[in-house]
């Protein structure tokens, strides 16, 4: 039996990280947009420390993190493991849940079509992304899978968070390619 202060998994272990999750309750959205893209940034710097194109995300309900991922198509050779369908499935494993209602979701890139077809799927009800992606961006740069008025599922959609950050982490794994 594990003693009741056993931390539980999903509780980050370093403490400054805790901190940064739990903000308080007066917190304007701006300033909740902020600390929640930083985390969001985090999952980026730990993709491109395994040599994955830097796209991480984080989903939050009830003011607490219930979901976070990181790309990671070339370390499991699949296509589909993008930071928001990892994200999405710990979300839904943390909420024990299908729909992800009331959740808001910050990545650091435009969520591609893939993404923004699971995001509708789970209804979510705000999605923010620090910078778009002209060649798979299906939320404004192609397409409008969170807005467009014909889809059963529309979502809040907001842009340009941390983009400065967001472009020199893609922008340092391109040029290391080269
Ligand atoms: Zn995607």
């Known amino acids: 039996m594990q003693a009741a202060d056993t931390p539980s998994p999903s509780r980050p272990a370093d403490p400054a990280q805790a901190r940064r999750e739990v903000l308080p309750e007066a917190a304007t959205t701006q300033e909740r947009d902020l600390a929640y893209m930083d985390l969001a ?29 990181h790309n990671r198509t070339r370390t499991r050779r699949d296509p589909t493991a993008h930071a928001e369908l990892i994200a999405i499935s710990e979300a ?25 077809g699971a995001l509708s799927h789970a209804r979510v009800e705000r999605v923010v992304w620090a ?12 397409g409008s899978v969170l807005s467009d008025p014909r889809m059963n599922h529309r979502a809040e959609i907001a842009e340009g968070v941390r983009a400065g950050e967001a472009r020199a982490l893609l922008q340092e794994f391109f040029r290391s390619k080269r």
Not at 42 to 69: C, H, M, S
Not at 131 to 142: E, N, T, W
Request: charged letters at 15%; one cysteine or more; aromatic letters at 4%.
């Open 41 to 69: 940034l985090d999952q980026a710097r730990a993709a491109l420390a395994l040599d994955e194109v830097p796209i991480g995300t984080v989903i939050v309900a009830g003011g607490a993190v219930i979901g976070r991922g």
């Open 92 to 116: 839904a494993r943390t909420l024990g849940a299908q729909r992800l209602v009331g959740a808001s979701v910050y990545t650091t890139v435009e969520p591609c079509f893939m993404c923004a």
């Open 131 to 142: 910078v778009r992606d002209p060649k798979f961006g299906g939320c404004a740069s192609l």
